[in-house]
């Protein structure tokens, strides 16, 4: 049985009010801290994947300056591929999601009534 004055929940478990959203992978291409390979280096090894090119081209790594491998020890300087995690990992801010940019066709039966950028609709089909 739980101590009522307990600041946990029910089971023993963190209180059940802290909203954090869902959960985002601990790895490099989602951190802060990491910045990304050239898109030349990309481009490249995705058609050596793809097996478009002949030539062997090596995972293209990012670099990061805060990698810390375990706990207490140093930051380093390191070049890691986009898979990569370490314990310094800070979640980038996600990016604001932008409307008025699709592409829209409106119907009437089997003719088309108005077609044109979702942010030029007229009110009258809204």
């Given at each position: 049985m739980t101590d009522p004055s307990s600041p946990l929940?029910?089971?023993?478990?963190?209180?059940?009010?802290?909203?954090?959203?869902?959960?985002?992978?601990?790895?490099?291409?989602?951190?802060r801290h990491w910045s990304a390979p050239s898109n030349w280096e990309?481009?490249?090894?995705?058609?050596?994947?793809?097996?478009?090119?002949r030539r062997r081209v090596k995972r293209p790594t990012?670099?990061?300056d805060r990698v810390l491998i375990r706990p207490g020890k140093p930051l380093a300087f390191s070049a890691t591929t986009d898979t990569f995690g370490c314990f310094n990992f800070s979640a980038k801010p996600r990016e604001p999601f932008t409307r008025g940019h699709g592409f829209v066709t409106i119907y009437a039966g089997d003719h088309v009534v108005w077609q044109g950028w979702e942010k030029d609709l007229p009110d009258e089909y809204r």
């Open positions: 929940g029910h089971n023993g478990g963190p209180p059940l009010d802290e909203d954090e959203g869902p959960p985002v992978p601990r790895y490099c291409k989602y951190c990309v481009h490249a090894y995705e058609s050596f994947q793809l097996g478009l090119s990012g670099s990061c």
